[in-house]
T-cell receptor, first 116, second 116 residues
Framework: KNQVEQSPQSLIILEGKNCTLQ??????????LRWYKQDTGRGPVSLTI?????NTKSNGRYTATLDADTKQSSLHITASQLSDSASYIC???????????????FGAGTQVVVTP | NAGVTQTPKFRILKIGQSMTLQCTQD?????MYWYRQDPGMGLKLIYY???????DKGEVPNGYNVSRSTTEDFPLRLELAAPSQTSVYFC???????????????FGPGTRLTVT
């Protein structure tokens, strides 16, 4: 069973508009949550990393929020640009020993298409 | 810096053939990983390594082998290729940010493999 669920699966937005992507997780005990951006044909690139005590983190026009109590996170894209067209992946890491640092739980991603 | 490089970019294999996917990083990272990404699914960890000479299985190791003789290189070997191994393969490396924040991962561009 996937421990990280993302919604919507895909969305289309007009250039200049805002959008919000959702991530729900069941990974426990929680260590950190990150959002990656993956352009078509490329590897994922980290946007933000949040720990339990951080409930919001920004990276330019990207703002991530985290509610560790409800185990939900969101990624908000402001004033979207054509270059924002990509898959956005939510990744959750469980707390544990050093070995577990290598074992992240990946969501399936939300495919965002920004149209002119 | 080149970051994480992978070769080849594309490959078509016949069932039963074998091949090695190459991965090299020039950031002196101790941690390295191999993932596969199937359409509509999250990345799945195949193998990972916490340093030269040390490797461990991830979530989906069957049909693959790895070795880590140097810090820089982490090749992935496919023996007796099967259609189920058709996927996009990503290599990644990382360094530790902190015990809570985990580590920053850097991904290669991926290898698209088709087994027919």
């Amino acid at each position: 069973k996937n421990q990280v669920e993302q919604s919507p699966q895909s969305l289309i937005i007009l250039e200049g508009k805002n959008c919000t992507l959702q991530c729900n997780y069941t990974v426990s005990p929680f260590s950190n949550l990150r959002w990656y951006k993956q352009d078509t044909g490329r590897g994922p690139v980290s946007l933000t990393i949040m720990t339990f005590s951080e409930n919001t983190k920004s990276n330019g026009r990207y703002t991530a929020t985290l509610d560790a109590d409800t185990k939900q996170s969101s990624l908000h894209i402001t004033a979207s640009q054509l270059s924002d067209s990509a898959s956005y992946i939510c990744v959750v890491s469980a707390e544990g020993t050093t070995d577990s640092w290598g074992k992240l739980q990946f969501g399936a991603g939300t495919q965002v298409v920004v149209t002119p | 810096n080149a970051g994480v490089t992978q070769t080849p970019k594309f490959r078509i294999l016949k069932i039963g053939q074998s091949m090695t996917l190459q991965c090299t990083q020039d950031m002196n990272h101790n941690y390295m990983y191999w993932y596969r990404q199937d359409p509509g699914m999250g990345l799945k960890l195949i193998y990972y390594s916490v340093g030269a000479g040390i490797t461990d299985k991830g979530e989906v190791p069957n049909g693959y082998n790895v070795s880590r003789s140097t810090t820089e290189d982490f090749p992935l070997r496919l023996e007796l290729a099967a259609p189920s191994q058709t996927s996009v393969y990503f290599c990644a490396s990382s360094w530790v940010l902190s015990a809570k924040r985990g580590y920053e991962q850097y991904f290669g561009p991926g290898t698209r493999l088709t087994v027919t």
